[in-house]
């Protein structure tokens, strides 16, 4: 059931803490986008001061992660510790592509309170994930095989896009002690990916309508806050927390066109939505 009325302040929020990535998933439009980008990060006080807002209202998810590796940023731990003790009773979470994910890596964030740490594996198969990923992670399945820790077990989700390579069957069997959580592709014809992302779609994963502008909100590292975790080019920016607080945002002119647009179902008079598959569009090959 798509939402039509949008929430008094959003249940879900994603910051994003730094822009860097190193990953090289080809249905990602990264190196095309933000790689030919200056790095940005969100300073720590303006971090601090978004999680004190927050905490005066009920949400239920906070996500330290957009469009980035999330563990690239150093302060991530500090972070997460510090939105937890705010907020004891809120999922935070963290998606990643697993290339530095280490046993001190996992013990950390669970110290600092992490709940959930979402690691992205589209398949088992040696030369199809090196194909969809870049590098094959011997050292990342070692560690994952090997975890005993109930905690641990709880905290890390396997996160798998739906690819042609995907084996239903063989993911579980590999890595079913954890939670498999399988997920729809989600594709802008503007992102310029358009073969390599052919190279592993599959027919069936196309995602369907969203209606994500009415309770999540998207904090970019630069500030500017985003309608859809998927507007890799910011084609609507609907404020920025280093000149309004995020409440203020939610209920400005901007934000709240996009959010009766969305409940009226014309997305292609937003910019963002018009080409995303999420808008009914399929893929061309």
């Known amino acids: 059931m798509i939402r039509t009325e949008a ?9 994003e803490t730094y822009s860097l990535c190193q990953g090289e998933c080809k249905f990602c439009p990264y190196k095309e986008i933000r790689s030919k980008e200056e790095q940005s990060i969100l300073t720590t006080d303006k971090y601090l001061e978004l999680i004190l ?5 009920e949400i239920t998810r906070l996500t330290l992660f ?13 972070f997460t510790d510090m939105a ?3 907020m004891p009773d809120v999922e935070i979470g963290l998606s990643s592509n697993g290339r530095v994910v280490t046993e001190n890596v996992l013990n950390r964030l669970l110290e600092s309170g992490l709940t959930t740490l979402y690691i992205s594996i589209p398949c088992i198969n040696r030369e199809d994930y090196k194909n969809v990923m870049g590098v094959y992670p011997d050292r990342l399945f070692e560690l994952l095989d090997s975890i005993t820790d109930e905690r641990l077990l709880q905290m890390v989700r396997i996160a798998v896009p739906i690819t042609k ?3 239903e069957k063989e993911m579980m069997k590999r890595f079913g002690k954890f939670k498999v959580c399988i997920w729809n592709l989600e594709y802008k014809n503007s992102w310029g990916i358009h073969d390599k992302f052919m190279e592993v779609a599959r027919e069936d994963s196309i995602a369907g309508l969203c209606d994500r502008p009415m309770d999540q909100a998207v904090i970019s590292s630069n500030g500017d806050v985003l309608i859809c975790c ?8 609907v404020g920025n927390v280093y000149d309004a607080s995020l409440y203020d945002i939610w209920h ?12 009226e179902g014309k997305y292609n008079q937003i910019e963002c939505c018009k080409d995303c598959v999420m808008n009914k569009e399929t893929y061309k090959r």
């Open 7 to 15: 929430l008094d302040f959003p249940k879900s929020i994603l910051i």
């Open 53 to 57: 807002e927050i905490s005066k209202h």
């Open 66 to 78: 957009n469009n980035n590796e999330p563990l690239l940023d150093k302060r991530i731990y500090e």
């Open 84 to 86: 937890h003790r705010l």
């Open 165 to 167: 390579f995907l084996d």
């Open 230 to 237: 998927r507007d890799w080019q910011s084609q609507n920016v």
């Open 252 to 263: 400005g002119e901007k934000m709240q066109k996009i959010q009766h647009l969305i409940a």
